[in-house]
């Protein structure tokens, strides 16, 4: 019998749970999750995840964590060299979103669940804020430039913010008709520009 490869470097065990975990949730689901199963994976012992995630809980924070985490840094390197016009700024986060969704479906679904669970961590939490704080963030310049309505931030901010997410959410459980998914974000860009402008 073969020894099994181990497929991270010294140290680096945490980061490669973290990846054999999103490959798991993708591929079989959240109920598929295992400290000890990652371990076999890894050609650990079934104690070294026990060294970083005290449980399965602990193990689905953080991989919600960091889930939020990347889709911020993608949302953040959307706006790279976009012009500071609301219209351009607001395609462009828009459709990073979707496409960080299309392309981590079954971990979009696991942070926005593990997200509103009780016991969820301060890390966890502060990480879900960074993405909706630089939507804010633009809603607020783009009110003080006046291309956006005046009012309470939250509320011209939530229907962007519920627009955006549900049609997402459509996109990747394949609820939207062939026709729509062709065109349908162009749809709700304008719809979104639309309910905002002054």
Same mark, same amino acid.
């Given at each position: 019998?073969?020894?099994?490869? !181990?497929?991270?470097?010294?140290?680096? $065990?945490?980061? %490669?749970?973290?990846?054999?975990?999103?490959?798991?949730? !993708?591929? /079989?689901?959240?109920? %598929?999750?295992?400290?000890?199963?990652?371990?076999?994976?890894?050609?650990?012992?079934?104690?070294?995840?026990?060294? @970083?995630?005290?449980?399965?809980?602990?193990?689905?924070? %953080?991989?919600?964590?960091?889930?939020?985490?990347?889709?911020?840094?993608?949302?953040?390197?959307?706006?790279?060299?976009?012009?500071? /016009?609301?219209?351009?700024?607001?395609?462009?986060?828009?459709?990073?979103?979707?496409?960080?969704? !299309?392309?981590?479906?079954?971990? $979009?679904?696991?942070?926005?669940?593990?997200? @509103?669970?009780?016991?969820?961590?301060?890390?966890?939490?502060?990480?879900?804020?960074?993405?909706?704080?630089?939507? $804010?963030?633009?809603?607020?310049?783009?009110?003080?430039?006046?291309?956006?309505?005046?009012?309470?931030?939250? @509320?011209?901010? $939530?229907?962007?913010?519920?627009?955006?997410?549900?049609?997402?959410?459509?996109?990747?459980?394949?609820?939207?008709?062939?026709?729509?998914?062709?065109?349908?974000?162009?749809?709700?860009?304008?719809?979104?520009?639309?309910?905002? !402008?002054?």
């Amino acid at each position: 019998m073969h020894p099994r490869t !181990r497929s991270y470097h010294h140290g680096d $065990l945490r980061a %490669a749970l973290l990846t054999r975990a999103e490959e798991t949730l !993708r591929e /079989k689901g959240p109920a %598929a999750l295992s400290l000890r199963e990652l371990a076999r994976d890894l050609g650990v012992s079934h104690a070294a995840p026990s060294r @970083h995630f005290k449980d399965k809980r602990a193990l689905l924070d %953080a991989l919600a964590q960091s889930g939020f985490e990347r889709m911020a840094a993608v949302l953040g390197a959307s706006q790279d060299g976009v012009p500071e /016009k609301i219209s351009e700024q607001v395609e462009a986060v828009v459709r990073a979103y979707v496409g960080f969704a !299309r392309d981590n479906a079954a971990l $979009l679904d696991l942070m926005y669940s593990v997200k @509103h669970d009780p016991e969820a961590s301060d890390a966890l939490l502060e990480a879900t804020q960074r993405w909706s704080d630089l939507v $804010l963030r633009l809603v607020a310049d783009a009110q003080a430039r006046g291309e956006v309505r005046e009012g309470p931030l939250e @509320h011209t901010a $939530l229907p962007v913010f519920a627009t955006l997410h549900g049609y997402a959410d459509l996109a990747v459980s394949g609820m939207l008709p062939p026709e729509m998914d062709e065109h349908g974000l162009d749809v709700v860009i304008a719809f979104i520009l639309r309910g905002i !402008r002054p």
